[in-house]
């Protein structure tokens, strides 16, 4: 049986996953937003490259009928506002919660059984958005920033090294911001970690790089953030529960007290199969990198008490 996928806001990140979604024939797409005409122009736009592409997935695009993502077996939500220069992503918490939320409400009633791949920003916050307008358990409520932040770790190492971004391994751990947690020690070269092949100045500068890698785009973009690399990295963890795939990849998990982190989302090495989050997997820490984790967990449960008094 053919896959659904539902894919929440129409916009940069919503329609490049879109596409990806289709031409890699994962299954049939829908396209949601609130947004008159845009995402049935989209949907009707993808159908038409189809035949060039080559693949036979349907895609469909409505506004604001969530009946139309009935059954979905996954729900990537990128819907709420970019950050454009001078922003953080923590500027965009208002505004995106209300909007997480509501999307996440509305999915839970037309497809009970879905598993949530959030995109939105502040990632980590609208996890906890997400997961409780939809009353999921912890295990189908997962964010896309790991994947997205070892990518962009990757492409830096192969950038530096000349070599190619598929012998790249790299883990990046803690919240989707400034704080995050790339961890050298854990990111290899065909398996050789970079400390044997980079000079530790070198690893600063890399790391650096990646921690602001999401600003460095919006500096060059100005209207927005960044979408190819966003969408390849939600893409590639829907592959990995509609395959069952088992994949050892850093997402935004619930923790209940791995990591001695509780009652909060963040990134952690997770296994993706076709339940979702099938374990959150614990990896030795420095003392040095167990800090800089409990640094940036602070930060996301900042946001999250946050979250409670904007409720009221
Ligand atoms: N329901 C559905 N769609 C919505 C809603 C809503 N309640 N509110 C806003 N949207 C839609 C907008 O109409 C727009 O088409 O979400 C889309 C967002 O698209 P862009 O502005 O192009 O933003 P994008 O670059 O795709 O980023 C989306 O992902 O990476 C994060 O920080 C980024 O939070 C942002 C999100």
Do not use: W
Not at 211 to 223: D, F, Q, S, Y
């Amino acid at each position: 049986m053919k896959h659904k996928i539902a894919v929440v806001g129409a916009g940069n990140v919503g329609a490049t996953a879109a596409m990806r979604l289709a031409e890699k024939e994962l299954g049939d797409v829908v396209i949601i937003d609130i947004l008159e005409g845009v995402p049935a122009g989209k949907a009707l736009d993808l159908t038409e490259a189809a035949p060039i592409e080559k693949h036979d997935a349907k895609i469909t695009g409505v506004t604001g009928d969530y009946s139309a993502a009935a059954d979905a077996d996954i729900v990537i939500i990128t819907a709420g506002i970019a950050r454009k220069p001078g922003m953080s992503r923590d500027d965009l918490l208002a505004t995106n919660m209300g909007i997480v939320s509501g999307v996440a409400k509305s999915i839970a009633e037309v497809a009970p059984e879905s598993i949530l791949i959030i995109v939105s920003n502040p990632l980590d916050a609208m996890c906890h958005a997400a997961f409780e307008a939809s009353g999921f358990p912890k295990n189908r409520v997962i964010g896309m920033a790991g994947v997205l932040d070892s990518a962009r770790f990757r492409a830096f190492i192969a950038m530096e090294l000349n070599v190619s971004v598929e012998n790249t391994h790299a883990f990046v751990l803690g919240g989707h911001g400034d704080t995050m947690v790339p961890l050298p020690r854990y990111s290899t070269v065909a398996g050789i970690p970079i400390t044997e092949l980079l000079s530790p100045a070198k690893i600063e500068a890399i790391v650096q790089r990646t921690r602001n890698g999401g600003a460095e785009i919006v500096g060059l973009l100005k209207t927005g953030s960044a979408y190819y690399a966003p969408a390849s990295a939600a893409v590639e963890m829907a592959e990995a529960i509609l395959k069952d795939k088992h994949k050892v990849l850093p997402c935004a998990a619930y923790l209940e007290g791995e990591y001695g982190i509780k009652d909060l989302f963040i990134g952690v090495p997770t296994k993706l199969g076709a339940a979702g989050i099938e374990e959150i997997i614990e990896i030795n820490l420095t003392g040095a990198e167990a800090e800089a984790l409990q640094h940036s967990a602070d930060a996301v449960r900042a946001l999250v008490q946050d979250m409670a008094r904007l409720k009221g």
